[in-house]
């Protein structure tokens, strides 16, 4: 399941929003993972979503006008 | 040079994601921040940077904080890292052992205990040592059958050498025995002994 090359994280301002942004990808058929906030972002809080680095523009596209993010940030290898 | 971030508004883990950035470049960092959450997570930052913490106000739920840095930024965060927990604490005599009784991880609500389980299982991943064994049993088989999302996870935990052991009766049970996905169907036989033996048993 690993990929070579990097992922994207999507930052959600909670949980919530997190899960909503998961269940559109999933109708969409986007491949993505959930998994908590990588450590060197911040160790402090919650789940974050992550896709492949290509698909990047995709999750944009699906996501906006539909769930507010905080941020991105680029992933190294798994 | 003093940079200011006005960081109100903006929820974990918006404050220190920027205030990171910010020390970065600066030396003196000022954040403002309107909820205590926020406070504590940037003294955390200023903690594992051993950075400077001064934290005023409150007043009016606003918080002024300045950090100040005095050499560069640690790479990692000075917390123990997995590796140094992994070699600090006792080893046990015997395999460790994680046990998968459910397909949540703790009680309260089911939505978010998928969630935390998800992550429990990716997260495995990164913990040095990895797990010896990892017994599935009851709704817990249900993270090692097609379509399962921790299903990826769990095959790289058994390509890294851990073995994945699946209750057969519960496959059964559930109707899931062609749909196993990932480790070994095993016995209760193979189950009762491989937790008797066990030097150290996580249950999540």
Redesign the interface.
């Known amino acids: 399941?690993?990929t070579k090359g990097g992922h994207v994280v999507f930052?959600f301002?909670?949980?919530s929003h997190?899960?909503k942004a998961e269940k559109i990808l999933k109708e969409a058929g986007v491949t993505h993972?959930?998994?908590?906030?990588p450590?060197?972002?911040?160790?402090?809080?919650?789940?974050c979503l992550r896709v492949e680095a290509p698909l990047r523009d995709e999750v944009v596209a699906r996501l906006r006008g539909r769930v507010t993010w905080?941020?991105e940030?680029p992933l190294e290898g798994? | 040079m003093e940079e200011t971030i006005d960081a109100r508004g903006l929820a974990c883990p918006g404050p220190v994601v920027l205030a990171k950035k910010a020390l970065e470049g600066s030396a003196r960092v000022k954040v403002l921040v309107d909820n205590e959450t926020a406070v504590e997570n940037l003294r955390r930052l200023a903690l594992r940077n051993a950075c400077g913490f001064a934290v005023e106000g409150g007043e009016g739920g606003c918080w002024e904080i300045v950090i100040t840095r005095e050499g560069p930024l640690a790479e990692a965060p000075a917390e123990a890292s997995p590796e140094t927990r992994g070699t600090k604490a006792p080893r046990a005599a015997g395999p460790t052992v994680i046990v998968f009784a459910h397909d949540r991880m703790g009680g309260g609500d089911d939505t978010l205990g998928d969630i935390l389980l998800r992550a429990f299982v990716h997260t495995l991943l990164e913990v040095k040592p990895r797990p010896d064994v990892v017994v599935c049993y009851n709704g817990g088989v249900r993270l090692a059958v097609e379509g399962a999302q921790t299903a990826a996870d769990l095959r790289a935990l058994a390509e890294g050498g851990t073995e994945i052991l699946v209750c057969g009766t519960c496959l059964n049970y559930y109707g899931l025995t062609e749909k196993l996905a990932v480790g070994r169907v095993s016995n209760m036989y193979e189950i009762a002994e491989t937790l008797t033996a066990a030097g150290r048993i996580v249950r999540p």
């Open positions: 399941m690993t930052l301002p909670s949980v997190a899960l993972k959930l998994i908590p906030v450590r060197h972002i911040s160790s402090d809080c919650g789940v905080e941020g940030a798994s």
